[in-house]
């Protein structure tokens, strides 16, 4: 099913529903649920999902989980997408937050190929052997390691939430202490405490996630490494592989390929 509203069809007697829809860039999904638990993979171009828990971008190459019933919001990137939508007690994965996956080649040609199934597939023919092979598939697939958590303290959160606008490598905690007006051993202790994740570590991660957004837009390594406040280009791709497991030019490649 193509462009179909998911609330027409939600009823369906069926586990699984696939809808692909194709979005306009930078359209906005304001906070929203659904019934139904939600796998989506951005055909092209990148997603940024956003709930009470924190924020994650969603690359070309990978998916994200999202229980039945969990609030988000979702920005578009220049996304065509393929959503898989999961009744509750059908759901392949565990857990209440929402999960950024790597969807394998396998994963990626049964999503293509569900949106193609009628809506009142055979379920014991070959539309349905489909569907169950694609939730085997999201069941074992590695999660991508670029949550930013936020706080739920106020004022941290508001100065987390302004980080990931504008992230910058060099940030310290001792700059983010002195902003709070409290001694930077106490912050890091605060830190940790209210996200789960020292404060280096989330920094990373959320230059990670600005990173992702930039190099789906087209913007050039160089630049994206030099204004996140990497020494070089090659300093930031390192770490960029390392962390992800493939490189900045990957990225622009499968979102413009």
Not at 17 to 25: C, E, P, S, V
Not at 125 to 150: H, K, S
Not at 248 to 255: F, I, L, N, W
């Amino acid at each position: 099913m193509r462009n179909v509203p998911l609330d027409s069809v939600d009823a369906t007697e069926r586990d699984v529903l696939a809808i692909g829809t194709d979005y306009a860039r930078g359209t906005l999904l304001e906070m929203h649920q659904h019934r139904r638990a939600q796998f989506l993979y951005g055909a092209t171009g990148l997603m940024e999902v956003g709930t009470d828990d924190g924020a994650w971008v969603v690359p070309p190459h990978c998916g994200v989980w999202i229980p039945a019933s969990k609030p988000h919001r979702v920005r578009m990137v220049g996304v065509s997408t393929r959503s898989l939508y999961i009744e509750p007690r059908a759901a392949p994965r565990d857990g209440p937050r929402c999960e950024v996956l790597l969807v394998s080649p396998l994963l990626r040609q049964l999503l293509l190929e569900a949106t193609d199934v009628q809506m009142l597939y055979d379920v014991r023919g070959r539309d349905g052997l489909v569907m169950r092979l694609a939730l085997a598939e999201i069941a074992r697939a590695a999660t991508l390691p670029i949550f930013a958590p936020l706080p739920s303290d106020s004022t941290l959160h508001a100065l987390c939430v302004e980080f990931l606008y504008a992230p910058n490598i060099r940030a310290t905690a001792g700059d983010w202490a002195a902003t709070l007006h409290r001694s930077e051993r106490t912050f890091i202790r605060f830190f940790r405490a209210q996200t789960g994740m020292a404060f280096g570590e989330w920094r990373q991660h959320a230059c990670l996630i600005s990173a992702l957004s930039r190099l789906a837009e087209g913007q050039a390594v160089t630049a994206v490494a030099l204004d996140l406040g990497y020494d070089s280009p090659g300093a930031f791709s390192t770490m960029f592989r390392r962390r992800l497991g493939f490189s900045p030019s990957d990225v622009a490649r499968s979102a413009h390929g």
